[in-house]
Every structure is written in C-alpha cells, then in structure tokens.
C-alpha cells in the first residue's frame, strides 16, 4: 500500500528560480496540493541570467503561456545563438548557433561531408548550413514553420527577458492558480529529531510555516539546504577560475541582435545580451587576475551604450551541492550550484530541476529510490555542463596569465576524450540526455580553433559532385530564407512589442 500523497509544499526564495518552481508546482494545486512561496522584498535578488537557451520555450509551452504575450511584458527579444569574440585570438570572432548544421547525408552527419568538402575548396562557411546562423548574420528574425520541407523548420531559437520582469509575470501565472505568497524573512528552521528533516520555517513576526516537502531556492546561501542541513560543496574553481562579475545595464544602441555576445577579456570575458528596453552587459572575471577596480574600469571603457546603473558585484564560487535532493529538501537554482553563464546555462538548469522533480514527485513515505535517483541525473548533467564550459577556456588562443592557465591545466579525462576523438576524425559521442547536441559541440571546437586532422571514412563513399550540389542548394535556401525574414527589430515590434514594466 502506498503512503499517503504530500499536501503541503513550501518554496523558500523567489526569484527566477523560486517563481518558476512555483508555476510548475502550480498543476499540482488541483490535485490538492497546498504550495506556499516565501520571500522577503529586503532580501535582493541575482536576476543577471537574460539570457536562456531553447528548451525555455517547452517549459513555457508546458505552463501554457502565450510566447508575445510574455514577451511583450519581460521586454522580451529573440535569440539564435551566442557569438563568441577575441577567445581563439584577437580579432577573431565565431558563432554558437542553436539547431543543426545541414542534414546527414546516407548516414554520414553533416559536418564530416563538409570538412571534406571544404577542404577541397568546394564549401563555404560554415554558418552557411545552418538557418539560426545564416538569420543571425544579416540581423533577421521570423517565427518557425512546422513543415519540413520549409526551411524555417531549421530555425531555432530562444529568449532573452528581463530576468525580474520574468519571475514577477510567473509570479501572477501562480498566485492566480493558487499559489500563496508570504512575505517575510525566515529566521529559524526546524529539524525533526528523529530523522532530521525540516518540520518548519520561522519568520520574523514569529509566523511557523510547516510543510512536508521544502524546495531550496534561496540563491547562493542555501539557507536550507546548506546552513539547515550541512550538504557539502563540490569547488569546481580550479577548472573555472572566474569567481566574481559585475553587472550593469546601458541604453541600447545599435543593432538589436537575435543574439548573445561573450567577448573575452584579459583576465575573464563581457557578456552583452539585447532586451527591448535595454541591454544587460557584465564581466566575469577571476579575482586572482584582476582587482574589482580593474576590472570595472575595463567593463565600463567597453560599453556601446550609457550606462544606467553603477555596476553591481557578484561573487561566487563554481561547482554544485553535493546532493541536490537531501532528506525533504530539493534544492533548486544557485542553491543547487553554479556555473558561470558563459553558455546561458542557469535558467536551463532550474527548469530541469524543476521538471525531474514533478517526474521524480515523493509521497509521504520518502522512498531512497526518487531522491537517489534525482540526485545521480543532476550530479551527471552539472559535469557535463561543467565540461562543455571549460571546453570554450581550454581551447583558448590568448597570451595573458588567466588564458594560459586554463590552457595549461589539467581537465576532467570525460573533456579530455572528448577533444582528441574530435581532433583526430572530427567525431563526437554524447549521451543522450546531454544538454548540448553535437552540433553545439562541432561549433565550439571548429571556432575554438580545434581542426581535426581528418573526417569520418564514410564520407569518402559519397560522390563529391552530387554532395557539392546538395550543400550548394542547402546555402542557397538558407541564405534566400533569411534575406525574406523581417528586421529582428521590426519583428518584435509588429508581434511583441514592450507594455512598459511590469
């Protein structure tokens, strides 16, 4: 017989993390579950993460939240990819475009056939086989098709938004679904003398909140999971040694990019993301290679447009909890752990958490078997992640004393493989529920600056001139596609043009 379903559930922090664990905890609330968020307005929130990456629009999709409509009111723009500057060497630049490149060709995946092809001087770049890339480079954005034969049904996208704009929209998606707010800061929590779990939050004003399950969104403190129930951290600096950012939003000016751009700097790198009302800009950089003064002055002498705040500073330190799930506690975004969003990372990480937990969701009777389980898939995607953002440190091509220590270091044998199967044939294997598909792979290490020496075997079989004339045809369609799409600007405002702050 099974033990009886949970009733009560709390979730300690708003925030991005806090409201879109909230929203999805909402669906439960017709099932009779009863979910409480509590937060303190005195209490500051991160909120730098503008950025995402694809499966953003799924968990949206998942909530039913109409994609203009959320848009127009986090002063939402598009995003097909990342555009990394000066990482292989001054000067150079390359893209990080989401979807694929091309089509497998009788089995063999595309970017075997083109490195063929290209090095006989018979393809072009690229970007030129992909439609987010291909989009991205003349500045242009329109909505997908479903149709396969469209090659708009090539083209994929995410978000950037206003994270605060963001948590505050999910916040009104919950509470008009049943979820309770309760503002206040939670000055004691209590354990359970017999098996230690949490049996209650105090506030402030004296108020206990008891609950059977406690999601952790409290940020970098952990206030339950780590200062309650003593978890334990796993450093990851020695392999990511940036430890502290400044954030600071400027006017827009220029372009309005369908795009995210990290721009390495001496001693860490600038991030730059688009919104309608404003572009979020702010530099990650490792404390043991610069002063906060120094690299200030660098952040600031870089900005495109005036600045509207004085730079805000972050510090923290990568790595992960060392169990996200322990006894009645999960723990849900920088709670759970960081890693610098180099790669847009942090917003994807809190929506798998959140959609392990719903497939993974207890009952009273606290079986091993979700947690161990929860656990072991969120300790494997935070390495792979972890992997795939030093891959970008490891392959650098700079001069300064950060670049050539992560150049020089040892790396994780999992990243380790990884670069010499690519460098000797360009092949790539992956799990299958990793993050990052192959093609992100094949896009980093080509712009990285990782040639391999050959190509699969396999292309050797195609004839050349038929394969020549496919990929003519796939760079053309792309390319006549792209120059038909509307400004991204013009885009957004025909469809989701900004309400004002919401």
Request: charge should be neutral.
């Amino acid at each position: 017989m099974s033990a009886p379903a949970i009733r009560k559930v709390v979730v300690v922090g708003g925030g991005t993390a806090g409201w879109m664990t909230a929203a999805a905890l909402a669906r439960l609330t017709r099932a009779g579950v009863q979910v409480t968020l509590i937060e303190s307005d005195s209490i500051g929130i991160v909120g730098v993460g503008e950025a995402t990456i694809p499966p953003i629009r799924s968990f949206n999709a998942m909530l039913g939240i109409d994609e203009n409509h959320f848009l127009a009111h986090t002063q939402g723009s598009m995003k097909l990819g990342i555009e990394f500057v000066d990482w292989n060497q001054p000067g150079h630049r390359y893209l990080h475009p989401f979807g694929e490149y091309g089509f497998s060709i009788d089995g063999v995946r595309f970017h075997h056939v083109w490195r063929k092809l290209r090095a006989a001087g018979r393809a072009g770049l690229l970007d030129e086989y992909s439609m987010s890339a291909t989009a991205a480079g003349l500045n242009r954005f329109s909505a997908p098709v479903a149709e396969q034969n469209s090659p708009l049904s090539q083209l994929v996208y995410a978000y950037h938004f206003d994270a605060s704009l963001y948590a505050g929209y999910l916040r009104g998606y919950s509470e008009a679904r049943g979820v309770v707010r309760r503002e206040g800061k939670i000055t004691d929590v209590a354990l359970r003398g017999e098996d230690g779990f949490v049996e209650a939050v105090t506030l402030e004003d004296g108020t206990r909140i008891e609950a059977e399950l406690f999601i952790d969104c409290s940020g970098f403190r952990g206030l339950l999971i780590e200062e309650a129930l003593h978890t334990g951290y796993e450093d990851w600096t020695h392999w990511l040694p940036c430890d502290r950012a400044l954030a600071v939003p400027t006017e827009n000016a220029g372009l309005l990019t369908p795009y995210t751009r990290a721009t390495a700097r001496p001693a860490g790198w600038q991030w730059r993301i688009p919104l309608q009302h404003r572009t979020g800009n702010g530099y990650v950089y490792s404390s043991a290679h610069v002063s906060d003064d120094e690299a200030a002055a660098t952040l600031l002498a870089n900005l495109e447009g005036k600045p509207l705040a004085d730079p805000r500073p972050l510090r923290f330190t990568t790595g992960r909890r060392k169990l996200a799930w322990n006894r009645n506690v999960v723990a849900i975004g920088l709670s759970s752990g960081f890693l610098e969003p180099l790669e847009s990372t942090s917003i994807h990480l809190i929506q798998s958490g959140i959609s392990r937990l719903l497939a993974l969701f207890p009952d009273s009777g606290w079986g091993n078997a979700e947690r161990d389980a929860y656990n072991a898939f969120t300790r494997s995607q935070y390495e792979r992640v972890r992997d795939f953002v030093i891959l970008h440190y490891k392959t650098n091509g700079r001069d300064e004393p950060l670049w050539r220590y992560v150049r020089e270091m040892a790396v994780p044998d999992s990243l380790t493989q990884r670069i010499e199967l690519f460098r000797n044939r360009g092949r790539i294997f992956r799990h299958e529920d990793e993050l990052f598909a192959e093609a992100s792979w094949v896009a980093v290490l080509l712009g990285q600056g990782v040639t391999p020496t050959g190509w699969d075997p396999l292309a050797d079989a195609l004839d050349s001139d038929q394969v020549a004339t496919m990929l003519e045809r796939i760079r053309t369609t792309f390319r006549r596609a792209a120059e038909a799409m509307p400004d991204h600007a013009a885009y957004l405002s025909r469809h989701c043009a900004s309400r004002g702050i919401a």
